[in-house]
């Protein structure tokens, strides 16, 4: 029974972890070769594009 249930929170945790990837998953919202666009023509980097090119990879 115990096996069980240490399944069951594995799934739980498995579950809650891809909810808050999900929340905080920037990169389908960004277009990539924009942003490399925008860093080559000297544009200024603020703000959600800056995020974007720090935790693009």
């Given at each position: 029974?115990?096996?069980?249930?240490?399944?069951?929170?594995?799934?739980?945790?498995?579950?809650?972890?891809?909810f808050i990837?999900?929340?905080?998953?920037?990169?389908?919202?960004?277009?990539?070769?924009?942003?490399?666009?925008?860093?080559?023509?000297?544009?200024?980097?603020?703000?959600?594009?800056?995020?974007v090119l720090?935790?693009?990879?």
């Amino acid at each position: 029974m115990e096996n069980n249930s240490q399944q069951t929170f594995s799934e739980i945790v498995k579950q809650i972890k891809q909810f808050i990837v999900g929340i905080f998953d920037i990169s389908r919202d960004s277009d990539k070769s924009a942003t490399i666009d925008e860093i080559k023509s000297g544009i200024y980097m603020k703000g959600a594009s800056a995020w974007v090119l720090i935790f693009q990879y």
